[in-house]
């Protein structure tokens, strides 16, 4: 299985400032023939299911705002709030699709400062 | 649009099986490239993949859970049903179904981000 680890698990960030989440996967989620990173972050507010932000690592889903961004390659990717609203106030997923069994990161926890 | 809502028992006592039922609208699951797939969250923690369907009915599964779960589809009345034996406690959560395509990789993935979920339903283990 690849195992998919988050850190930090929680971080408060004050209003307008950068929260950047990191993302590490135990093999490569990097597809050599596309030269694709088959990862995902998804954004799970209190009591709702999680929602696509961001998928191919850094490719925005259609609605998502652009303070969101998703960057890294290989093992290694980054969530972005470029300017943390407090409408971001969630719980943030990283997955991989390379491969199945799909997997999910343990998550980490934004709030305001 | 595309929804998906699942439905079963809100409580199950240790041992018995679980049937929970995904029934959705907006798409079709015999359209090529088409998935639904089953997610689960214990109270407070993380994201657990359980199993998925395809159109074609190739099924794959959590291998940790392997043993446990069954994935069926009915085409006809557009639902997935997942079924797990053995129900424990340390299985209490929300199960979640949600849908995936490969159309939304330009065909260039096994396995599509799930990018529609349903609103999920507790399930809780007690005796």
């Known amino acids: 299985d690849i195992v998919m680890t988050q850190s930090p698990d929680s971080l408060a960030v004050s209003l307008g400032e950068r929260a950047t989440i990191n993302c590490k996967s135990s093999?490569?989620?990097?597809?050599?023939?596309?030269?694709?990173?088959?990862l995902t972050w998804y954004q799970q507010k209190p009591g709702q299911p999680p929602k696509l932000l961001i998928y191919w690592a850094s490719t925005r889903e259609s609605g998502v705002p652009d303070r969101f961004s998703g960057s890294g390659s290989g093992t290694d990717f980054t969530l972005t709030i470029s300017s943390l609203q407090a409408e971001d106030v969630a719980v943030y997923y990283c997955?991989?699709?390379?491969?199945?069994?799909?997997?999910f990161g343990g998550g980490t926890k934004v709030e305001i400062k | 649009q595309i929804t998906l809502k699942e439905s079963g028992p809100t409580l199950v006592k240790p041992t018995q099986t679980l049937t929970l039922t995904c029934t959705f609208s907006g798409f079709s699951l015999s359209t090529s490239g088409v998935g639904v797939g089953w997610i689960r969250q214990p109270p407070g923690k993380a994201l657990e993949w359980l199993a998925l369907?395809?159109?074609?009915?190739?099924?794959r599964y959590s291998p940790s859970l392997k043993s446990r779960l069954t994935i069926t589809k009915d085409t006809s009345k557009n639902q997935v049903v997942l079924t797990m034996t053995n129900m424990d406690p340390v299985d209490t959560g929300t199960y979640y179904c949600?849908?995936?395509?490969?159309?939304?990789?330009?065909?260039?993935?096994?396995?599509?981000?799930?990018?529609?979920w349903g609103q999920g339903t507790l399930v809780t283990v007690s005796s």
């Open positions: 369907i395809y159109w074609d009915d190739d099924k």
């Open positions: 949600a849908h995936s395509a490969s159309a939304f990789c330009g065909g260039d993935c096994s396995y599509p981000p799930l990018d529609y």
């Open positions: 997955q991989q699709y390379y491969t199945t069994p799909l997997t």
């Open positions: 093999q490569s989620v990097l597809y050599s023939s596309n030269n694709k990173n088959y």
